[in-house]
């Protein structure tokens, strides 16, 4: 799904209206957390070849985040779904 | 044997039945005291150098699929030294100096063209950058020149002067900068390190790496296990890929590029040429296609393709420039997978394996690395020290902030 | 300076009321208000909040008459034909329940309608989304993209779409709507 | 010449003649034709001369596959190089011209090559032309590159337009053939969405090269019922002359549609596009593209006369075009001789069939004579083919007088749609032709593409495969009831594969396009290229415009043969867009010249141009620069000008392109706090604060100023470059980050008109239109709230913020008052001297005041770099950017730092991207001090000043250094200084 997203907001979308930012790195880490799990949180990437977690931002649309499972290699989409729920699983 | 006007003259003698194969075919020894993994350009001209300078012969390339069949033989083909940062700029220029006597030294016709780029500006802080970027060059003894709309009309009288959304204010040239035929320094690495004794094995993909504690003791691979005593990977687009089989994460992601090239035309651009209003880059091949490129699609992928909005993109940018491309037709459209690193830049270094060298990062700029790449990443892997042009590509400058970021995005590799 | 003349000037000030291509319309609407309204996101959309929401608008300010148009999970344009000044503006950005914050777009986002039986093929030239009635039904709004231009596309009735876009882009997206009905000038279309 | 038209001709339009010129002779053709067609009518076998050899070529095929008949059509900027005869049609007036010869097509200088042919083989240039090393740029890299490309492409603007269309469907047919038809009808009767797209003038695919009767009707009867049919259908688009060029992800079908290329100049609307590209969505996509009949790799077989078998049926029965007057069939297939029989019923002789089977089972009726298990292995003519030497199975020769060939070597599916996303397709011995993959990438093949042949079996499966697309929709659908017809036979019936003559004679084209001979294919096996992918790139065997729909599987098959493996084995070249090779102008639409990009202008963009604004284009915004006075020739006159005047009296400046964010909700403060880098959680109502903005790497991102409008309402601004960029990163923050927040944001950049009123007497104005109370004391610095104006007629957002350094204030109105207001503005300052000041002044005052923009924060810099270290929190336990910022490399004490520049001698000048150098230095990169960020000429000091980023920065003020400019070949001494040129006590901002 690389030429068009389905927004659950929006419906079926291309691509031109989203801006990518790119994998789902490891959570946030707390405030206090040492150096190198920030380092790790920054600049380190799993960049899977196979299923990928990343987010899009629907810019030209309703301008929420979401957060996409995409295969890169075949690039066909599973779950879109809005960026904030998965904070509450504890998974951004 | 030797190319040249005569061997040519020779063999057309003989009907052409008596050329010999340009590199063996051999099936893989069991042991290899250098394996680099990746029979890409860096690969390839690691291996040449490794056996033609510093004297490691006992050495295999295993490339997974055919030769060249990476980025080496889907890029737009531009050479150039214009970079900014001290980190970066003497590389390549290193690299500028090993194309232009190249085709000698390996004997093989790569049409090194040192025509000329011209990255275009269209407003002060454009120029402003040019001007920098120029200055740094120069500061190096670089070739570069600033020149006025004038004097970029006066060489490129076809772009939109008239009627351009973005007014074209002037341009920064390298007249060194140019072109080289891709495939050709594929295969010219690929002899020359042949004839050093270099064992370069097809349709071998390496799929585990061994390891006894923080030591590599050789690869497994679709044909069979291989023992070695330094292993170097060159894999490009498969950094991550292949990082992973020692637990290795890197400050890469892997982003799909288009190229293109038009139908076949009398000349019409003498130059490469770059839309600094927009991500475009153009070139004409000796065959006479327009080769041109654009922005990467922005997602990860692994697949070698991408998708019809950056077609597009890359089209409008394209006439944006030059208004009479308008009726000439695209030919075809391919992809190739940029190992984006989080700050835009190589990476060429030892590892937390300690005899495992990592060599990637060259986001879609490696191309023109390809002979100064080869020769450092041979540097290191042969003494363990880093080449002096290439001391900043380090993998721990990001935990410890030496940047070497030309684009200053930050941490977003998509952006580079 | 006290009386000074104060203009509201519309971008379309200088745009003919209804420029024809043949059977396609394109007009400006130069009265009217928008307003976003802004609850607390919930990363869905959600039915029952509109209509709550639509029925407090119509008690708070019954003689606005404005439509809600669903911009993402917690947020609308209110849309509406009759002008609004700044203090009954703030009047009910003060009524509405604390849950909403309301921010006045009418001078950042204004609207053009484009009108005709081949309205949906001028669109297609800009539009992604599929407007077939059966999918596209009147009264639906989508925020999307008309071509490189971002935009909100409302459908009004089958041969009349209403476009919200940002004040800065109103000029280039006039011409560009031009340029798409171009092709059915004449009597024919 | 004599006329080869012949009666018939279904597509023709005998009373509709057309006038053309080839290579400046007028020929004569008619409505329907094609320019090949045509030229073949008047009896031109002769139209092209090949890339390397110069070989005189003619026209190979019918349709999309053409690798010989490229012609230049039309002239000055609607010129098109490299177009295929057999695919443009013939309109009035056409100009058509030979390619790629010199002086002229029938004497070709270039032919020459010829002779050089052994020198010439494959990768030859790898192989010389490296001694002496300069000679490469200087003597032969030219030459090759005159004597390569084909076409000569035009430098005039193209007086075209363009458009792009996204269009959807449930069901979208590729290919109008028998095939392709039925399926539509099937789709389109059970009510689907259906698209159907052909490249072709007309639907119809082979069954327009049918003569013959379909059941007890004929063809063309048939046919024209049909495509009635679908054109009646209120839920099925025709899309004619519409080529499908690509397959993308999510089924996005990329397609161009010819709208009016094939007018003449009298005839095309402008107001309508020449090309049009779709983008079609599609649910379900069933492929029935057709299958490609492939030539023969035989010696001579390039000779103009030389055509394929469908080819040349499709001139005869489509065209009325006889293709000589004495024919041969080569062919190793059964298809191919109804090619023969068709001949025979127009009464044109068919002098023999050749046909390399030993025993064809195939019950010819005709009076061919044939000859079985032989070959044709050379040819003879000049610029025509006047005889063929047969090779029989006894090794006899024997030479046979023609003057066209007919061949056929078999049939290749056209699967290209179906490999763009990476499928591979699947040798099948039994079609002796590569297949569609295996799940064909989502599309159900259907026809010939599939294996079949013959009407009724492709219309059957047509229908079929239409009625299992229906079915994945959810619909219920027959089949439609389609014409009786003979029985279904297969495409492949009794082919067998020869993939080259063994005993050819002289050169034997594979790659008719780039003269690629199985010689070359032989040679690039020998030195090692012998991966198909490695043979194409050495020899380049399909990487001509035709991409090598007539050569790839006969490459493939030779590659097989030598190695004694099946052609699976060896496997295809990868298949990529486009299709067929497509204009800039379609894939750009509407999107050129000035329409490149939208405008987004100010709400003062009417102000500035009324007071005779200079505008700049800064991202997509047009801002005004400077407003020249009478007499104000020179940029800077107007500049200095504009500066002097804020400085000494008040200046006007429209800002109103900054980005504006609104933030409401309970936790706006707290979020706020964790976005900036300084303190935000207890700035109160009605205050304003500068603010640094880092990215989570701990570099600076952004600055700008946030107000505190109300409780929970707060008012960001950001700079015009990255006011979407901010947006979208807070709303990740909101969003992802911490969704637990109640935060919300609303872009409110083109709700404000806002302008910056400065200069000592801005109070003075701004009173006179304000109706509160504005002094120093009600209104200090950074004070910022809603401000009754023009007698509580208007209210406006009022900031007493500064960017000039002096006495300032920005004041938002609602857009649509922003011309008033500002005029307001102009008329109340008018006693005071007031101007308006565009970009270039402000960037002079900032510069003079030592303020950062983009110039600085270009995204390798911290706050400590730029002499804002100290608002870095050390308080807040969290915020964006707060551990990485504390990274080594991000505190080493020689990072580049802000300083002022100016120069020693204040005459002097230096520019922006000069670079700093210690006096005496060796000039080298190794010893590159930083670089100049802004400069500016300074009117109030009288010189030029800049601002720099400096190894060690303030440590160093005071010291020499030197201006290295080694572009424009200056280096001047320059002397590092304090930022802040003008007031750095900041008196002037608190006045
Ligand atoms: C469209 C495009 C345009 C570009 N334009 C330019 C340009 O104009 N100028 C420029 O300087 N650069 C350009 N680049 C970038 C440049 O091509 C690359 O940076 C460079 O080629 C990468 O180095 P390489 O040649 O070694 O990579 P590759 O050629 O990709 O080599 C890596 C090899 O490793 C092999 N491999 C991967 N995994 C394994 C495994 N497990 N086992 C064995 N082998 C494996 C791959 O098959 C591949 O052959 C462009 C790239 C693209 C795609
Ligand atoms: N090639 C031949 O000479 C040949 C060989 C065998 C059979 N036939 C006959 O041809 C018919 C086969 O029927 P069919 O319907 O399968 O195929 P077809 O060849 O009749 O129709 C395919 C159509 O698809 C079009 N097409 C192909 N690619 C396209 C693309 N990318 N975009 C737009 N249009 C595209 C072609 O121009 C053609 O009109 C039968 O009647 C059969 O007897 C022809
Ligand atoms: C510089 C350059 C020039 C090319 N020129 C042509 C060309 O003239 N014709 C062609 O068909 N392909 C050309 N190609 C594209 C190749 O055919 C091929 O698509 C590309 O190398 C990627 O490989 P793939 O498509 O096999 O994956 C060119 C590629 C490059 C890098
Ligand atoms: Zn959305």
């Known amino acids: 799904m690389s030429s068009l997203v389905k927004c659950p907001h929006c419906g079926l979308r291309p691509r031109e209206e989203f801006t990518i930012r790119g994998e789902v790195p490891t959570p946030r880490p707390a405030a206090g957390a040492d150096e190198s799990v920030w380092f790790d949180h920054v600049y380190l990437r799993d960049n899977p070849r196979g299923q990928h977690r990343e987010y899009w931002h629907h810019s030209g649309g309703c301008r929420r985040w979401l957060v996409l499972d995409r295969n890169t290699v075949t690039h066909e989409t599973g779950d879109v779904v809005d960026a904030s729920t998965l904070k509450s699983e504890g998974r951004a | 044997m030797r190319y040249s006007a005569l061997s040519l003259l020779g063999n057309t003698f003989s009907k052409n039945k008596n050329w010999k194969p340009a590199w063996r075919n051999p099936d893989p020894k069991p042991r290899y005291d250098v394996i680099i993994i990746g029979g890409g350009g860096h690969g390839l001209a690691t291996a040449y150098y490794l056996s033609k300078v510093f004297g490691v012969r006992n050495v295999a390339v295993l490339e997974k699929g055919y030769l060249g069949s990476g980025n080496i033989g889907r890029n737009t083909t531009i050479i150039r030294s214009n970079y900014l940062l001290e980190g970066n700029n003497p590389f390549y220029e290193f690299s500028m100096k090993l194309w232009e006597g190249l085709e000698q030294d390996f004997n093989f016709n790569a049409m090194v063209s040192q025509r000329g780029v011209i990255n275009l500006y269209h407003s002060d802080a454009q120029r402003d950058a040019y001007t920098r970027r120029g200055n740094a060059m120069r500061l190096h003894g670089v070739d570069a020149d600033l020149l006025d709309r004038d004097q970029v009309r006066e060489k490129l009288p076809f772009l939109d002067y008239d009627n351009a959304r973005f007014p074209i204010m002037g341009g920064l040239m390298q007249a060194r900068g140019g072109t080289v035929r891709h495939d050709a320094v594929a295969w010219g690495f690929a002899r020359g390190a042949d004839q050093n004794g270099v064992d370069i094995i097809q349709n071998c993909e390496v799929t585990a790496i061994d390891r006894d504690g923080d030591q590599i003791t050789g690869v497994q691979t679709t044909r069979g296990a291989i023992k070695c005593g330094k292993l170097a990977m060159a894999v490009a687009g498969s950094s991550s890929h292949v990082a992973r089989m020692v637990d290795m994460h890197l400050p890469i992601e892997s982003h799909a590029l288009q190229a293109f090239v038009s139908e076949g035309l009398k000349p019409f651009i003498d130059t490469v040429v770059t839309f600094g209003a927009g991500h475009f880059y153009v070139s004409q091949s000796d065959k006479g296609g327009l080769v041109f490129g654009g922005d990467i699609e922005g997602y990860n992928s692994y697949a070698q393709r991408g998708n019809l909005a950056c077609v597009e993109h890359v089209a409008e940018a394209g006439m944006a420039m030059i208004p009479a491309l308008s009726r000439v037709r695209i030919l075809r459209s391919w992809g190739g997978i940029m190992d984006m690193s989080m700050d835009g830049s190589p990476i060429m270094d030892r590892t937390h394996l300690s005899n495992l060298y990592f060599n990637g990062g060259w986001c879609y700029g490696g191309f023109k690395a390809t002979p100064a790449s080869g020769y450092c990443f041979a540097h290191l892997l042969a003494t363990g020290t880093p080449h002096e042009t290439a001391t900043a590509f380090r993998m721990d400058r990001f935990a410890r902030g030496y940047l070497l970021d030309e684009k200053g995005v930050g941490a977003q590799a998509n952006l580079h | 300076m006290r009386d000074f003349p104060l203009n509201n000037v519309s971008p379309f000030a200088t745009m003919p009321d209804g420029q024809a291509h043949g059977a396609i319309h394109i007009a400006p609407v130069r009265t009217g208000f928008v307003f976003h309204v802004l609850g607390q996101a919930t990363g869905t959309i959600d039915q029952t909040r509109q209509q709550q929401l639509q029925k407090m608008m119509d008690a708070i300010a019954p003689d606005l008459g404005g439509e809600l148009r669903v911009l993402s999970p917690g947020q609308w344009f209110w849309v509406g034909e009759n002008d609004v000044s700044q203090g009954r503006f703030g009047e009910i950005a003060g009524q509405l329940p604390g849950e909403f914050a309301l921010s006045d777009q009418t001078h950042g986002r204004v609207r053009l309608r484009v009108t005709g039986a081949r309205v949906c093929d001028v669109l297609a030239k800009g539009v992604m989304i599929d407007l077939d009635e059966g999918i596209f039904g009147v009264g639906q709004s989508a925020m999307t993209q008309i071509g490189h231009i971002g935009a909100m596309v409302t459908r009004l009735d089958r041969d009349s779409f209403e476009i919200t876009v940002l004040r800065s882009f109103a000029d280039s997206l006039w011409h560009e709507l031009h340029h798409m009905a171009a092709e059915f000038n004449g009597p024919h279309s | 010449m004599t006329s080869f038209r012949i009666d018939g001709g279904t597509l023709i339009d005998r009373d509709d003649v057309r006038e053309f010129t080839f290579n400046g002779e ?118 090759i590159r005159k004597a390569a490309g084909l076409g000569r492409a035009s430098y005039d603007p193209d007086p075209g337009s363009y458009e792009k269309c996204w269009a959807h469907c449930d069901v979208l047919v590729i290919g109008a053939g028998p095939a ?177 089977r030993k025993c064809p089972d195939i019950d010819y009726g005709g009076k061919a004579r044939l000859i079985a298990g032989a070959m044709v292995r050379d040819t003879a003519g000049r610029k025509a083919i006047k005889s063929i030497a047969v090779r029989h199975d006894d090794g006899r020769d024997e030479m046979i007088a023609v003057d066209a060939l007919a061949v056929s070597g078999g049939y290749s599916p056209i699967v290209h749609l179906a490999c763009h996303r990476g499928a591979r397709p699947v040798w099948s011995d039994e079609h002796v032709g590569f297949m569609p993959p295996e799940n064909c990438d989502g599309m159900v093949p259907a026809g010939a593409v599939a294996g079949k042949a013959g009407i009724a079996s492709c219309f059957v ?70 991966h198909v992918e490695l043979a194409k790139r050495y020899t380049t065997n399909g990487m001509a415009t035709d991409q090598g729909k007539t050569s790839n599987v006969n490459a493939i098959g030779i590659l097989a043969q030598n190695k004694g493996v099946s052609p699976g084995a060896i496997g295809t070249t990868t298949f990529r867009p486009f299709y067929t090779p497509v204009s800039f102008g379609a894939l750009v639409g509407a999107s050129k010249g000035f329409e490149f990009q939208p405008v987004r202008k100010s709400p003062l963009h009417g102000w500035a141009e009324r007071n005779g604004a200079k505008f700049v284009e800064t991202g997509l915004w047009y801002r005004s620069s400077w407003f020249p006075k009478d007499g104000e020739t020179f940029w800077r006159d107007s500049v200095d000008r504009e500066v002097m005047n804020v400085r000494e009296n008040v200046g006007i400046c429209d800002v109103s392109t900054l980005g504006k964010i609104e933030i409401f909700g309970a936790d706006a403060a707290e979020f706020l706090n964790r976005v900036y880098c300084n303190a935000f959680l207890k700035l109160p109502v009605g205050k304003a604060r500068y603010g640094i903005m880092l990215r989570e790497d701990g570099l600076v991102y952004d600055d700008g100023t946030t107000s505190c409008l109300a409780e929970n309402h707060y008012f960001m601004t950001t700079t015009t470059a990255l006011a979407a960029g901010v947006l979208t990163h807070l709303e990740f923050c909101a969003q992802v980050l911490w969704p637990d927040l109640d935060v919300r944001l609303a872009s409110a950049t083109d709700q404000w008109a806002q302008m910056a009123i400065a200069g000592p007497r801005a109070r003075d104005v701004l009173a006179k239109i304000i109706d509160d109370d504005i002094s120093n004391d009600a209104f200090p610095f950074l004070a910022a709230r809603d401000v009754s104006m023009f007698g509580g007629r208007l209210t406006g957002r009022l900031f007493r913020i500064s960017f000039s350094g002096e006495l300032a204030y920005e004041i938002a109105v609602p857009a649509g008052y922003g011309e008033s207001v500002a005029d307001a503005i102009m008329v109340a300052g008018k006693e005071f001297d007031i101007a308006p000041y565009g970009t270039e002044a402000l960037g002079v005052m900032r510069i003079e005041k030592g303020h950062v923009t983009h110039a600085e924060i270009n995204g390798t810099v911290t706050p400590a770099d730029l002499g804002m270290g100290r608002m870095v929190s050390a308080k807040k336990d969290d915020f964006i950017g707060r551990v990485m910022n504390m990274r080594e490399g991000l505190v080493d004490p020689m990072r580049p730092a802000l300083v002022g520049i100016k120069p020693k001698s204040l005459a002097d000048k230096f520019a922006t991207g000069s670079h700093i150098l210690k006096i005496g230095d060796e000039v080298s990169l190794a010893n590159d001090q930083g670089y100049v960020t802004s400069m500016c000429y300074s009117p109030n000091l009288g010189h030029a000043i800049g601002l720099a980023l400096v190894k060690g920065g303030p440590e160093r003020y005071g010291e020499e250094v030197v201006i290295w400019n080694g572009l424009a070949g200056t280096s001047i001494t320059g002397i590092l200084c304090n930022p802040a040129f003008v007031d750095p006590e900041n008196e002037k901002l608190h006045a």
Not at chain 4, 468 to 479: F, K
């Open chain 4, 26 to 143: 007028r020929l004569r053709g008619f409505g329907g034709d094609t320019v090949a067609s045509a030229l073949l009518a008047n009896g031109r076998q002769l139209v092209g001369r090949s890339f390397k050899y110069h070989r005189p070529r003619g026209i190979l095929t019918a349709g999309a596959a053409e690798p010989n008949a490229l012609l230049t059509i039309g002239r000055d900027g609607r010129r098109d190089p490299n177009t295929r005869a057999t695919m443009a049609e013939l309109f009035d007036g056409l100009e058509a011209r030979s390619q790629n010869c010199w002086p002229n097509v029938d004497f070709d200088i270039g032919a020459m090559n010829g002779l050089l042919g052994p020198l010439l083989g494959a990768g030859f240039y790898y192989k010389t032309f490296m001694w002496p090393a300069a000679f490469w740029e200087k003597v032969y890299e030219p030459l």
């Open chain 4, 180 to 356: 392709g038809l039925a399926a539509a009808l099937t789709a389109g009767r059970a009510g689907a969405r259906v698209i159907i797209a052909d490249e072709g003038a007309q639907l119809g695919g082979g069954m327009l090269a049918e003569g013959g009767m379909i059941g007890n009707k004929p063809a063309d009867a048939v046919l024209a019922d049909m495509v009635g049919e679908l054109h009646a259908l209120p839920n099925v688009e025709v899309k004619k002359r519409t080529t499908v060029f690509g397959a993308y992800d999510d089924q996005v079908f990329a397609a161009v549609e010819q709208v009016q290329k094939h007018l003449s100049d009298a005839a095309i609307n402008p107001d309508r596009a020449m090309e049009r590209l779709w983008r079609i969505v599609a649910k379900q996509v069933i492929l029935a593209t057709g299958a490609e009949e492939r030539p023969i790799v035989f010696g001579g077989n390039d000779r103009p006369g030389v055509m394929t078998a469908g080819a040349m049926r499709t001139y005869l029965n489509a065209f009325g075009v006889a293709p000589g007057k004495q024919v041969a069939l080569f062919a190793n297939n059964n298809q191919a001789y109804q090619t023969a029989m068709d001949l025979e019923a127009r009464g044109i002789e068919v002098a023999a069939i050749i046909d390399p």
């Open chain 4, 461 to 530: 499966a047509g229908a079929t495969a239409a009625v299992s697309v229906l079915n994945a929709l959810g619909l219920n659908a027959a089949p439609a009831g389609l014409p009786d017809t003979q029985t279904a036979d297969d495409i492949a019936q009794g082919t067998v594969a020869i993939w080259s003559v063994p005993s050819s004679k002289g050169k034997a084209f594979v790659d008719y396009q780039n003269d690629v001979t199985a010689g070359d294919i032989n040679l690039a096996m020998r030195e090692g290229y012998d």
